[in-house]
């Protein structure tokens, strides 16, 4: 009797255990993805889907550019101001100071001569050239070179200063050489100088007869017609020549009027401009001292600048974007992360975008025609787009 309720027990027990076995498989095909229950039941999802796809349509890029730099032309004229500047060629007179004091001597033993150097920057520019001292005590002769040619030789003294140095002789670099005689009465005496406040005293022409101004333009601006405003004003009384050229190109080669006081304009060609957008102007007078000022470039620009680019839609291509069975889009990539502002026209459809990211995507697919297509755009600031693409998924 025992024996026959033990194995009821262990029945009930075997029982109890499938029924929670058969709960947790239950339990564990519930909580699997769908995708997995259906292959472990072995049978197929509701939510599957099947992808048509149209012969011949696939996944292509149809438009790929690098437009760069786009700028807005919110007016037709625009004006860049230009530095003044003075252009001149006159004579200056300027003391140069050498040395505080020195000695020159001789005697049977010892030549006690001196060399005083100094330096031009231009000595073909120098007109007249004088060396002054202070002569404290004397005896003897003198004897005195420049560049190792003799200018002067005898007794001296400080009435006859300043002395006239040769400008034929003189470079970059140059040398005075100060030497005094032998004694001819008493050998074992010396003859000497004692000198103080040696100086140049030099003339010359000094100038800045040339020079430049440069601006940088958009190399995209489509210039329709160019001037130049600028006054001039006389700092010597007589009135030279004054040429103005653009990239080695003349626009003037005109005498300068010191009785006109009034605002000057002249027009310039506007093939003189570069390409690549850096334009140097050259400014030039042979004579005299100016001032230029108030110098203003007004350029007038035309609108053709705008990114336009034109794409064909193929029948096959527009059948299967009105069946919705593939679809159009814009996708352009940015520099930076500034404002990007900008209307964008494709066929007869404009629309708008307004972005600080650095990606923007627009589905156009009810936008485009069949056959040509064109696509515009129109910049609210200026920014610059690295990538445009019109892309069929």
């Known amino acids: 009797m025992k024996r026959m309720k033990g194995a009821q027990a262990d029945a009930v027990g075997i029982s109890v255990f499938l029924l929670l076995l058969a ?15 259906a292959d472990l039941l072995g049978t197929e999802t509701g939510s ?33 101001s230009l530095d003044s500047l003075r252009l001149f060629s006159k004579e200056s007179t300027e003391t140069i100071s050498i040395i505080k004091s020195l000695q020159v001597s001789r005697n049977i033993l010892k030549d006690n001569y001196k060399t005083i ?8 520019g120098v007109k007249d050239l004088k060396l002054n001292f202070l002569i404290t005590e004397s005896k003897g002769k003198i004897f005195m070179k420049l560049n190792n040619k003799l200018v002067y030789e005898g007794e001296l003294t400080s009435n006859q200063m300043p002395l006239n140095l040769p400008v034929a002789y003189l470079k970059n670099k140059n040398a005075i050489e100060l030497a005094v005689s032998m004694p001819t009465t008493d050998l074992f005496s010396s003859n000497y100088y004692l000198i103080q406040d040696v100086a140049l005293i030099k003339q010359a022409k000094v100038s800045n007869r040339k020079d430049t101004r ?15 405003d600028y006054f001039v004003s006389c700092n010597s009384p007589t009135g030279e020549a004054l040429r103005i050229s653009l990239n080695n190109n003349k626009v ?17 060609n506007q093939e003189y401009f570069n390409k690549d957008g850096k334009n140097t102007f050259e400014f030039e007078v042979t004579e005299g001292d ?28 527009y059948e299967a974007l009105t069946d919705k069975k593939a ?11 500034e404002a990007k502002k900008a209307s964008v026209t494709v ?37 610059e787009i690295t990538s445009l693409k019109i892309v069929l998924k």
């Open 23 to 37: 709960l947790f498989i239950i339990l564990f095909t519930i909580l699997l993805p769908e995708e997995e229950r």
């Open 48 to 80: 599957q889907s099947t992808t048509t796809t149209t012969p011949g349509i696939a996944k292509q890029v149809i438009l790929s550019e690098s437009p760069g730099k786009v700028h807005t032309y919110t007016q037709n004229l625009q004006t860049y």
């Open 117 to 124: 150097s100094f330096d031009l920057a231009d000595p073909e």
């Open 214 to 228: 440069i601006l940088y333009l958009d190399p995209t601006f489509m210039i329709k017609g160019a001037s130049l």
């Open 252 to 268: 003037l080669d005109d005498a300068i009027f010191c009785e006109y006081p009034d605002k000057r304009t002249i027009t310039i």
């Open 290 to 317: 100016y001032n230029i000022d108030q110098l203003s470039l007004k350029l007038e620009l035309g609108k053709s600048g705008y990114p336009r680019y034109y794409f064909n839609i193929e029948p096959e291509v």
């Open 327 to 337: 679809s159009l889009f814009l996708e352009m990539k940015f520099k930076g992360t």
């Open 347 to 383: 066929q007869d459809t404009e629309f708008y975008f307004d972005t600080t990211e650095q990606t923007y995507t627009r589905k156009i697919a009810s936008y485009v025609d069949s056959g040509a297509n064109y696509l515009l755009i129109m910049p609210k600031n200026n920014f």
